[in-house]
């Protein structure tokens, strides 16, 4: 993953994790899962633990501890009124974004097209 990527995802990965959530509750090695079925495949196990850790001391998730086969109890997060409410502040701050990055990517698409137009033009 190239170093933007990286930078892009440290500011997006909590919204993103907290949109996973809504979906379902789920313990930490299953968030990892689901990231990588949904195409993040280069985020480590420890990023994510990491940010449960803050999501949690934040209040926005509800924790339980549910007994594993394997090992010690899981402990399983799910997205309380809090974590919803920051949910939907995510997706209003990533729909403006969006919508602002698509407008400048627009003018600069059209303004290369329209620069590689004048300069066929004058090659003419």
Same mark, same amino acid.
């Given at each position: 993953m190239g170093k933007q !990527?990286?930078? !892009? =995802?440290?500011?997006? =990965?909590?919204?993103?994790? =907290? /949109? %996973? %959530? /809504?979906?379902q509750p789920a313990y930490g090695y299953e968030i990892t899962a689901r990231l990588r079925d949904h195409g993040f495949t280069d985020i480590a196990?420890?990023?994510?633990?990491? %940010? %449960?850790?803050r999501i949690e001391q934040k209040k926005l998730v509800d924790v339980e501890k549910v007994p594993s086969e394997k090992g010690p109890p899981r402990k399983v997060y799910s997205l309380n009124p809090a974590g919803t409410q920051e949910l939907e502040e995510f997706w209003t701050t990533w729909n403006f974004l969006a919508?602002?990055?698509?407008? =400048?990517n627009t #003018?600069? @698409? #059209? /303004? $290369? @097209?329209? $620069? #590689?137009? $004048?300069? #066929? $033009?004058?090659?003419?």
């Open positions: !990527m990286t930078e !892009m =995802l440290k500011g997006t =990965l909590e919204g993103i994790v =907290l /949109a %996973l %959530l /809504a979906e196990e420890g990023t994510i633990y990491a %940010l %449960l850790v919508q602002h990055i698509e407008q =400048l #003018t600069r @698409t #059209t /303004a $290369n @097209t329209t $620069n #590689t137009t $004048n300069t #066929t $033009n004058k090659e003419n």
